[in-house]
């Protein structure tokens, strides 16, 4: 088993890291959108191996990320498992804002794109949306929600 201490990049990988990691030597922890705020939590890589995170409470994991041991070894990237979503377009940009704004006061997680939002399903939001004249799309997708204008860490 791995024991992961560190990230070593977040948001993805910098060229600093890049030049440091032997990317091809690295397992493959494909983790859903929940699954990446866990930070101290066991799973299985895409080769089968068991890492434990020991992450410092509050991270949250995003695509790209290096994951490192307490020696600075780095032994994973993350990658965003596809999950079922829901995806909402429009075909106006007012109608689009209005939607990014409604599904913001409920307070859920939100992917917010160009082009589309992303949600986990929900039949009321999805209703609510469709009232609203937007398209709903089930599919399934990364899902890599805002981390939130005021998210920050610190422990109770």
Known sequence: MHIVTKRLSTSGVSTEVKKLVDQKSLLTLALIAEDRT???????????????????????LREGDILADAQDQAIAIVVAKPEPVVTVTAKHPLEFL????????????LEITETYLRLTPDSVLEDMVLQMGLTVTHETQPFQPESGAYHHHHDH
């Not at 209005?98 to 997680?109: C, E, K, P, T, V």
């Open 98 to 109: 209005r939607a990014a704004y409604h599904l913001g006061n409920r307070h859920i997680s």
């Open 38 to 60: 866990r930070s101290r939590h066991r799973f299985m890589t895409v080769e089968g191996e068991e890492i434990s995170l020991q992450l410092q409470r509050g991270t949250v």
